[in-house]
């Protein structure tokens, strides 16, 4: 069962967020990608660049169409084969995980290698990040930190963020917590909801820093503004914690109410707990269960193992009714926030790179398409 040791344990999930970033590519949106598309209709021509992306996106959220991954990845590999860098990165994203194409992570990185070289500087970070991992070319931590540190030099704020992260894990260089630091608040001040995240990590959970909860608040907040998940996640369990930090009633709820619609399981098992416990709602079992059948829904085994007592103990305590009750209701709150438009590609990657999604709107690539770009 997670207990009140379990739960205040969880506030270091911050930490291994942290850790995360480096761990997996970045991604962006669709929203992004596809914004000023247009609407398709019928077929679209072969070459036709602006319907090529209506299509891919179309399919990958099935808009108007069966939703079709395979259909999907054909459509943005017509638009990466045109030399259109954010297709380029879509791709790779594709097949780094498998969605609609045959998991390749050589592939993956052929086509980060091929957005970077067309200009993407989300290419080109995430080629930094294939190195760092050694996922789809030789691990080489040293080439990954170049590369980031050229793309910071450039103030590329997600860069800024991950070379900040670079120095206080140790990764490529030396550990230098003050240089991470500093790269964080440039990355802040250039309203980076990554760099403030982290900012707000260092100052309420990171071994070694000052703590100071009302800055780290402060800093939490503006990441979540800005709908970066993590941050609201964060943000709700500082708020939660420290009940001390000015903040409005129901603060802490809406913000982990709202990272939860994000796809955050972590935030459906801390809304399972208080409401388990009665902390800051009246006490209701039911609810609790509920918040749970909804973490391990989208958390997957993991969420599962973590939640397998809590469950069981529930199930003793509620009416058979009741859990039928609790299970609907978790199935229609799942239904009504699919986060679809959200996670670029659904729930498929949503368990596999959760947090290092960038879950907020960003804006798309506005480099040209390299006119000699051929299918390879």
């Not at 954010?86 to 990185?109: K, N, S, T």
């Not at 050694?134 to 070379?163: C, N, T, W």
């Amino acid at each position: 069962m997670i207990t009140q040791r379990t739960f205040l344990r969880m506030s270091m999930c911050t930490l291994t967020m942290l850790s995360c970033l480096i761990a997996n590519p970045v991604r962006s949106q669709s929203n992004a990608l596809m914004a000023d598309i247009g609407d398709a209709s019928g077929k679209s021509p072969e070459g036709n660049l602006k319907h090529e992306l209506q299509l891919a996106g179309d399919y990958m959220m099935g808009r108007g169409v069966p939703r079709d991954l395979a259909q999907s990845a054909y459509w943005y590999r017509k638009a990466a084969d045109q030399g259109y860098p954010a297709a380029q990165v879509q791709l790779g994203y594709f097949y780094l995980a498998g969605v609609g194409v045959d998991r390749d992570e050589a592939q993956a990185a052929k086509w980060f290698e091929r957005a970077a070289a067309s200009g993407s500087q989300e290419g080109k970070l995430n080629v930094a990040v294939m190195y760092l991992r050694g996922s789809g070319i030789a691990q080489d931590p040293h080439m990954g930190l170049v590369l980031i540190q050229e793309l910071a030099d450039k103030k590329f704020p997600r860069a800024e963020d991950y070379l900040g992260i670079l120095y206080l894990l140790g990764v490529g260089t030396e550990k230098d917590s003050a240089k991470a630091e500093k790269w964080f608040e440039r990355a802040a001040s250039h309203q980076s909801p990554e760099g403030e995240y982290a900012i707000g990590t260092l100052y309420s959970v990171v071994a070694g820093h000052p703590h100071d909860f009302a800055k780290a608040v402060d800093y939490l907040r503006r990441s979540a503004d800005r709908g970066y998940v993590p941050g609201m996640h964060s943000l709700g369990l500082v708020l939660v914690n420290h009940p001390e930090v000015n903040q409005q009633p129901g603060e802490a709820l809406h913000w982990l109410q709202t990272a939860a619609e994000g796809g955050a399981y972590r935030s459906s098992v801390i809304l399972g707990i208080l409401a388990r416990d009665g902390r800051g709602v009246p006490k209701d079992e039911a609810a609790a269960y509920q918040w749970f059948t909804i973490a391990a829904k989208q958390g997957g085994a993991k969420a599962q193992k973590l939640l397998a007592n809590d469950l069981n103990a529930a199930r003793q305590v509620l009416t058979v009714d009741q859990q039928s009750e609790a299970e609907k209701g978790a199935e229609a709150w799942l239904a009504a926030h699919p986060h679809e438009d959200i996670y670029l590609h659904g729930n498929e990657l949503n368990l596999a790179y959760f947090p290092m999604s960038e879950v907020y709107a960003t804006g798309q690539d506005t480099q040209q398409p390299d006119k000699g770009a051929t299918r390879n």
